[in-house]
């Protein structure tokens, strides 16, 4: 499926992310700044655990005020066909020259406070009720960009699996290692979609082929691509950006 | 009179809300600048060295941290403000011909300071940065919850329009700031007047 794999070598903008990645530990590991030095007169700079623990908590606690500011009845705003953004910009935590092919025989996993834990097929998801939308997906970097994506309403989906739904989590784990987690309100918005088509199309291996979640009331990184397995639960489950540091509810 | 002449330049509470909207402050701009800078959509960056957090998630705590600090401390000195007169007496809107006059005067070292009053060119400058901050709290609220404040974001022209706004009231703070730290390294006895509680100049002419 990958068509990037022959080419002939690595820049540093290819792998920026992942330099980026080996820069980021805590929030506060680099704070040798201006910034810094001027924010943090009278803390302790050697020991930076004191000012990490008080600004976790500020960011739980934003999490509850994003909780209680959620409606589930509120949509995302939605856009004619002609305010698409041409072309769509690719993001993922790796460059798009690794992207991945589906794995063989994909199916999507299922577990947790569910009655029904048999794994999905691709077909068996195509044959549930399809819902499409053309929205702002909106990255925590700040930028932005308007896509069409339709898919099996995510309700709809943990309904028929006969999930717990006054579980606290939905937890969404992916083929390229990456993970995320939401909570059971924002699972049940109408606009939480299990995507299967980007732009009409199936999804293609960069846009999560061949099953990805799209979450308009949340910042990008909540959309995982390429899923594998979802779990409904009650203990935090965490994520692959939110274990490093991004605010969990991630909220818009 | 002599109750007039009793009163601080700036009293208390005033000194107080100053020094912790600059913490809130420079922590939102410096936090912010590291924001920016985790995609930049204008050909310019900020030095490294100026951001606060570290990394976008480091960043983005401090930034979703200090804003409440801000609003609290925005929201009682806007309360103080109009509770105490503050602003009727010392933010009292200058007519045009008083801006001309003063600017001119200003842009010529010639105009005079007096401790505990506000000429017409500061009267514009600090009702302009408290306008300034104000938008740029709704701003932040219309790109921070563009879904559930859809309303706000959409009075700002969507999205995309209310970042940029947010962007650009940050170099008009930041300008502010750069001009009162100036005119206060000018008149340093106006920085002690921050501190301590020192007198109300009184008018040369009744």
């Given at each position: 499926m990958s068509t990037q794999c022959n080419k002939p070598a690595v820049s540093v903008a290819e792998i920026r992310p992942e330099l980026d990645r080996l820069r980021r530990r805590g929030f506060l590991r680099n704070m040798l700044s201006l910034g810094s030095l001027a924010m943090l007169t009278g803390c302790d700079l050697s020991t930076h655990s004191g000012v990490d623990a008080a600004l976790e908590a500020i960011l739980r606690f934003d999490d509850k005020v994003q909780a209680a500011l959620f409606n589930r009845h509120r949509l995302a705003e939605t856009y004619p066909a002609s305010a698409i953004t041409h072309p769509f910009r690719f993001n993922a935590y790796y460059a798009e020259w690794q992207v991945r092919p589906v794995p063989d025989n994909w199916v999507l996993n299922v577990s947790g406070l569910v009655t029904d834990r048999r794994p999905w097929t691709l077909s068996a998801l195509m044959a549930l009720p399809q819902q499409g939308q053309i929205t702002r997906h909106i990255c925590i970097e700040g930028w932005s960009q308007i896509g069409q994506w339709s898919g099996v309403p995510l309700g709809v989906f943990l309904r028929r699996i006969g999930a717990d739904l006054s579980a606290r989590y939905v937890y969404f784990k992916c083929s390229d290692g990456y993970s995320t987690s939401i909570d059971m309100a924002s699972a049940l918005q109408p606009q939480t979609v299990l995507a299967l088509d980007f732009e009409g199309k199936p999804l293609a291996p960069q846009w999560g082929a061949p099953l990805r979640l799209r979450i308009?009331?949340?910042?990008?990184?909540?959309?995982?691509?390429?899923?594998?397995a979802i779990e409904v639960t009650n203990?935090?489950?965490?994520?692959y950006w939110e274990d490093q540091g991004y605010d969990w509810y991630a909220g818009v | 009179m002599d109750q007039r002449k009793a009163r601080?330049?700036?009293?208390a509470p005033i000194r107080i809300m100053h020094w912790m909207g600059v913490y809130a402050m420079g922590c939102m701009i410096f936090s912010g600048w590291e924001i920016y800078n985790a995609s930049p959509n204008l050909p310019f960056m900020f030095p490294?060295?100026?951001?606060?957090?570290?990394?976008l998630g480091g960043a983005l705590a401090w930034h979703l941290s200090a804003m409440w600090l801000l609003f609290a401390d925005g929201i009682a000195y806007l309360i103080y403000g109009f509770a105490s007169g503050h602003f009727r007496r010392d933010l009292k809107p200058p007519r045009p011909s008083e801006v001309a006059h003063d600017l001119d005067a200003a842009l010529c070292f010639r105009l005079k300071h007096r401790m505990g009053h506000y000429n017409a060119v500061q009267r514009v400058l600090y009702a302009g940065v408290i306008a300034a901050i104000i938008l740029q709290v709704m701003t932040g609220l219309a790109i921070w919850k563009p879904v559930q404040f859809g309303w706000l974001t959409g009075l700002f022209g969507g999205y995309p329009i209310a970042r940029g706004i947010h962007l650009t009231t940050m170099f008009g703070i930041v300008a502010f700031v750069l001009v009162h730290v100036t005119l206060v390294a000018i008149h340093p006895r106006t920085l002690k007047s921050m501190i301590v509680t020192v007198p109300t100049e009184t008018e040369e002419t009744p």
């Open positions: 308009p009331t949340k910042l990008g990184f909540k959309s995982a691509k390429n899923l594998e203990k935090y489950p965490g994520g | 601080p330049a700036h009293p490294a060295w100026t951001g606060l957090g570290g990394w």
